[in-house]
């Protein structure tokens, strides 16, 4: 029955969007951080999400329904950290230098806002599996 | 005299049920890099089914013996199709989410309608059999 499946997909997405808005949450809380080398600067993270396919393409007489999403990792942005000059700054470097973050708050929160309509829509599919399930199980009645 | 008794509703039923989690994936897989959308073609599963109406199931009594054609196995994975987008993204994805919930509640109207079909012919079964 591959109603029931859906509960394991769309529970993998909301899984999925949910760790994106954690992430994102992160990148928007540091955004302000600075650190007194570029490499001790805090770098904006990504998930990378990929469709569960592996174990389907070795055996496509698989069921049709049911590909989840799959949780890749995060990975962190390559863009270089942003470099002040504040030579009154606590963590300032010996020429007067501080590497603030580079994360970019406008992508952070078009990735916010996508994250959360899609998380919406993950919960509305499964409502209505639910509902449909439940009339499934009065049949007859 | 039972062997029928649903008609299409029954095989209908099936279909659309294995349709929610097809359309369930696209959906889910809204923001993945690469995903394609698929479905399900309910237009020519139905043509299969109606050109041979009333078909009995092949009886397998042994593992060996071969799957019946029409009317017997639902699609499965290899036998889906892919949507072509109206507007496909950059990151290679495919899902559209305004079509994949279109879809999706028109296929839920679907289920709802067959399983209405279905408790309307237990409950005329019912009367019939109770004798009023």
């Known amino acids: 029955m591959s109603l029931f499946k859906v509960f394991d997909v769309s529970g993998s997405a909301m899984t999925a969007q949910s760790v994106r808005l954690n992430v994102t949450a992160s990148n928007l809380a540091n955004a302000d951080s600075v650190a007194s080398t570029p490499d001790a600067a805090y770098r904006a993270r990504h998930p990378v999400f990929a469709a569960q396919l592996q174990e389907l393409t070795a055996n496509p007489d698989l069921d049709a329904a049911g590909v989840g999403v799959q949780m890749k990792g995060v990975v962190q942005s390559a863009a270089e950290p942003v470099k002040r000059f504040h030579p009154e700054h606590p963590l300032a470097d010996a020429q007067g230098f501080v590497y603030g973050s580079n994360v970019n708050p406008v992508e952070e929160l078009t990735n916010m806002i996508s994250a959360s309509r899609s998380f919406q829509s993950s919960v509305e599919v499964m409502t209505s599996a639910r509902d449909l399930l439940l009339q499934t199980s009065s049949m007859g009645r | ?132």
């Open chain 2, 1 to 132: 005299m039972f062997k029928n008794v649903f008609g299409i509703h029954e095989r209908s039923l099936l279909l659309s049920g294995e349709r929610v989690g097809v359309l369930a994936s696209n959906i889910a897989n809204a923001d993945t890099p690469h995903y394609k959308a698929r479905d399900i073609d309910f237009q020519s599963v139905l043509a299969g089914e109606q050109s041979t109406p009333g078909a009995l199931p092949m009886a397998r009594t042994d593992t060996a013996h071969l799957a019946a054609g029409p009317g017997g196995e639902l699609p499965t994975l290899a036998e889906l199709k892919y949507r072509i987008p109206f507007q496909p993204s950059l990151d290679g994805n495919t899902v559209e989410a305004p079509v994949e919930q279109a879809k999706f509640a028109e296929n839920q109207v679907r289920y709802q309608a067959s399983l209405m079909m279905i408790n309307r012919r237990i409950s005329s079964i019912e009367n019939a059999l109770s004798g009023q």
